[in-house]
């Protein structure tokens, strides 16, 4: 994809705002109109959106932390599987001990 240049950040004051739609009540002479203009832009906080490099960074940030608890799941699961075996090489002795107890 070709680079395209930024757009350019955009402030807009509450004043800003109020000229706006008093603008659109003189050009449409029609308030409803204003408003129903005004509400289809409701105020941004433009410094607030994020960027493309900013959801690119955060999926590198969470593929890191998704490759870090896989990790972590099969460690687990590792430490699971020791503990399930070693639980019945336990129990196989234990039954062992009995049935030559018993026997």
Not at 6 to 24: C, G, H, K, V, Y
């Amino acid at each position: 994809m070709p680079d395209q240049p930024e757009a350019p950040i955009m402030t807009t004051s509450e004043n800003d705002r109020l000229d706006l739609r008093q603008e659109l009540e003189r050009i449409f002479n029609n308030p409803r109109i204003a408003e129903i203009a005004m509400e289809a832009m409701p105020p941004i906080d433009y410094a607030q959106l994020s960027t493309k490099q900013d959801l690119n960074a955060l999926g590198a940030e969470l593929r890191g932390e998704m490759a870090e608890l896989r990790g972590d799941m099969h460690q687990l699961n590792a430490t699971t599987v020791r503990t399930m075996v070693a639980g019945n090489l336990v129990t196989i002795g234990v039954l062992g001990a009995w049935i030559t107890a018993v026997t």
